[in-house]
């Protein structure tokens, strides 16, 4: 294929996207909510939904039918693929009320691409990023009263895509269906910026190895991390601080970008590899690093050489990125045989409560973000 058909074939794949209307099938409106959501108590995170979702299927070789539709359970035959071989993956976004009542969205191109990354990974066929945004803008727009008013708090948005062809040998199912659903809440961590967490650093559990699915957000990455959480709670920490199948370099921190600081400021994020989620959080802090005054880097991090730094007191702050998570601060580390090692005082830092504010501050819109960063969600619903 020259580059000239390649360029009219992604056209009109465009083309064929945009004019992809969606359908809606809504509640009545007795049925769905008509004032502003003000909840009385905190929201906490993922557990509340919204009044409706959107729905695509793939079948034929395309995806089909999109449409907005009452939340509520799926028809699924007891052989899809999902169900038996995990060919699922999903995504995590965010949006804020800003001052003018109008929802935003925050970098949700991102979570567009990094979803077809995912699908690549797991053999999931790819969903055009227009429409995704088109369809993740419409539901918001459809449930825009259930932005919850409260403070701090956000409407999550999870879109998911899972294998649903009725079939049990193991190849890639035929079949599909993305969804998105809602979620009004707070934040992921009780204790916010302002206690710090303790990670368990494990030499027992991995979360990914090189040439596996540890980039995706595919759905057997979090399965897999279930028993090695669990492993953590029994030692007294919230999460675990994931290493290389080496046990020298240091990964991830759960469902976060692990990051430290040096006692010069420096914000330093392990480097992207394919077994470390491409966190947008820690994209986001990377390029922000003129607004915040600090240097962001990316490097390997040796873990002999982090725990040598915190004991040495060259790494004053440490703690995790991502969208649930926000910033959150790591006080201390628990080792599996009992040792711990605090961050600098055990308190949380003033640099991490800086980029926290910073960064919080621009989802808001209290700050102005880099251009395209946050985007209004339209008025479309008919
Ligand atoms: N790492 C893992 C394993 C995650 O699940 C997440 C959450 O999405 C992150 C990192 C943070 O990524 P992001 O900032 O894009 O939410
Ligand atoms: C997110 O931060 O959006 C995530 O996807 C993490 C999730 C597993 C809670």
Not at 24 to 46: A, C, H, I, Q, W
Not at 188 to 194: L, M, P, T
Not at 205 to 229: I, P
Not at 274 to 289: A, P, R, V
Request: proline fraction near 4%; aromatic fraction near 10%; charge should be negative.
């Amino acid at each position: 294929m020259t580059l000239i058909s390649s360029l009219h074939s992604l056209q009109a794949q465009f083309l064929r996207w945009y004019a992809m209307d969606i359908k809606y099938n809504l509640k009545s409106t007795s049925e769905r909510r008509t004032e502003p959501f003000m909840p009385e108590d905190n929201v906490g995170f993922g557990k509340l939904r919204t009044d409706h979702m959107f729905m695509m299927d793939y079948r034929d070789g395309q995806w089909c039918d999109p449409r907005i539709v009452p939340y509520g359970p799926f028809e699924m035959a007891p052989g899809a693929m999902a169900l038996h071989y995990g060919q699922s993956i999903f995504e995590g976004a965010k949006a804020f009320m800003h001052e003018d009542g109008e929802i935003y969205t925050f970098r949700l191109n991102k979570n567009a691409e990094r979803m077809n990354r995912s699908a690549d990974i797991v053999c999931i066929p790819n969903i055009d990023e227009a429409m995704q945004l088109k369809a993740i803008n419409a539901l918001i727009d459809v449930d825009r009263l259930w932005f919850p008013q409260q403070q701090g708090a956000c409407l999550y948005i999870r879109p998911f895509i899972f294998a649903t062809e009725d079939r049990l040998s193991v190849s890639p199912s035929q079949q599909y269906t993305f969804c998105v659903v809602l979620s009004p809440s707070g934040a992921y961590y009780a204790s916010g910026v302002n206690n710090g967490i303790r990670l368990l650093i494990t030499t027992q559990f991995h979360r990914a190895v090189s040439g596996g699915t540890g980039e995706s957000k595919a759905a057997g990455n979090y399965a897999a991390s279930l028993r090695a959480g669990k492993a953590a709670i029994e030692y007294g920490a919230s999460q675990v601080l994931y290493l290389d199948s080496t046990n020298t370099e240091i990964e991830e921190a759960g469902a976060m970008n692990h990051f430290h600081i040096l006692k010069d400021g420096t914000v330093i994020i392990p480097t992207f590899t394919d077994t470390i989620l491409k966190s947008i959080t820690s994209q986001s802090i990377l390029e922000l690093s003129d607004m915040l005054g600090c240097e962001v880097r990316q490097e390997t991090v040796m873990l002999d050489k982090f725990i040598a730094d915190i004991e040495s007191g060259e790494i004053i702050e440490a703690g995790g990125f991502g969208t649930a998570a926000v910033v959150s601060p790591v006080s201390s580390y628990i080792f599996e045989d009992g040792r711990i090692i605090t961050v600098g005082d055990g308190n949380v830092g003033p640099n991490i409560k800086h980029i926290y504010n910073v960064f919080t501050e621009l989802q808001k819109g209290h700050m102005p973000a880099p251009s395209g960063w946050v985007k209004r969600v339209e008025r479309v619903e008919p």
